[in-house]
């Protein structure tokens, strides 16, 4: 009943001619939150431990628990608007053979991949009918290899991505400087290494965008442009984004025309880079916005870039021009305690 309540009510907003904005954003403390983005008001809140990351899929929305033991896990939860959250199960992503503080999830809508950071593993679960997640499937153990010994001495997993043709799950292996690959058409198999990439790089987050492949490394704090065709990744160009090598890098996006990729950047000059997206995929820097204190995460929208600042308790809203793809500060913000991840739909 809830589902068809949320329907009628997202009909009328329509008829009315209002566009209806929901900011889903994640924290570091005992929830996340649905978010009117015209008001800025909570419209819901979800309860569970360190929601740090979500993946927003329709009315479903999959949140890992990040936690440094064996209650880290991966939650599911129903999303009715004003009705509020159903949490539709979990499981268990901190099990025995490592699966602490999953950072990051992803999903196919038929198999959802858990990237776990201090476990170093990457979780794979089968998805039920109704969006419901099964026991674990498979457990992929990362590697390591970097030179960075304070920081690459243990195997990390940090975001995990599915290929375009809908073959493949990419995932980034921090400590190995290495983007490792699944074959999943017929099942989940053959785990390999797709790319190699330089040596303290620290991959951190992935990105596809038509048959072109984004990885920006959290040590480096450069991206690396790849082609892709049929699973395999072909190298382009490195391009650094974080002046101040302050081994911080965080996340890249897309604006929907594919004209501009952003990176965030943290630890120190906070802020986020802007690049031009050539024809064939290559990268330049076009300028740089300062943000906040520690801009974890942050999405894009046609005129719009919301970031989450988590050490400032804001999320900040930046007017994009959509020529030269640069930034200004609103000034509008949305208080939050510690965010660190936002979507809008």
């Not at 009117?36 to 431990?49: H, L």
């Not at 499981?91 to 053979?97: A, D, K, S, Y």
């Not at 984004?241 to 929907?256: C, L």
């Not at 870039?305 to 900040?316: G, K, W």
Request: glycine share 10%; with cysteine.
């Amino acid at each position: 009943m809830k589902k068809i309540v949320m329907a009628l009510s997202a009909l009328l907003a329509v008829a009315c001619g209002e566009q209806a904005e929901t900011l889903f954003v994640g924290t570091y403390t005992d929830g996340f939150y649905a978010i009117d983005y015209n008001s800025g008001k909570v419209i819901a809140k979800a309860e569970m431990p360190n929601p740090s990351f979500l993946s927003v899929q329709g009315d479903t929305i999959y949140a890992v628990s990040e936690m440094p033991d064996t209650t880290a896990s991966v939650w599911a939860w129903g999303y009715y608007g004003k009705d509020g959250f159903e949490l539709l199960g979990s499981q268990p992503t901190g099990l025995p053979e490592s699966g602490e503080d999953p950072c990051h999830v992803s999903t196919n809508g038929k198999l959802l991949a858990v990237s776990n950071y201090s476990g170093g593993t990457l979780a794979l679960y089968p998805l039920g009918a109704n969006g419901a997640i099964a026991p674990l499937d498979s457990l992929v153990v990362s590697n390591t290899g970097g030179p960075d010994q304070s920081r690459q001495d243990k195997p990390h997993v940090h975001c995990a991505v599915f290929t375009p043709d809908g073959k493949h799950l990419f995932f980034s292996e921090f400590s190995a400087d290495a983007i490792g690959a699944l074959d999943i058409e017929e099942g989940i198999k053959n785990y390999h290494t797709v790319a190699e990439l330089p040596a303290d790089f620290g991959p951190r987050h992935l990105l596809f965008d038509r048959q072109h492949f984004y990885v920006i490394g959290e040590l480096s704090g450069s991206i690396a442009v790849f082609d892709y065709e049929a699973g395999k990744l072909t190298p382009k160009q490195v391009v650094k984004a974080d002046e101040a090598d302050a081994r911080g890098a965080a996340d890249i996006h897309m604006s929907p025309d594919g004209k501009f990729l952003y990176a965030s950047l943290r630890l120190q000059n906070d802020g986020i880079a802007i690049f031009k997206v050539a024809e064939d995929g290559t990268l330049t820097k076009v300028g740089y916005q300062l943000t906040g204190p520690h801009p974890r995460n942050f999405c894009v929208t046609g005129k719009e870039v919301i970031v989450a600042c988590r050490d400032n308790n804001a999320i900040e809203i930046y007017s994009r021009d959509q020529q030269t793809g640069l930034l200004k500060d609103t000034g509008r913000r949305i208080h939050v305690e510690k965010p660190v991840f936002v979507d809008l739909k």
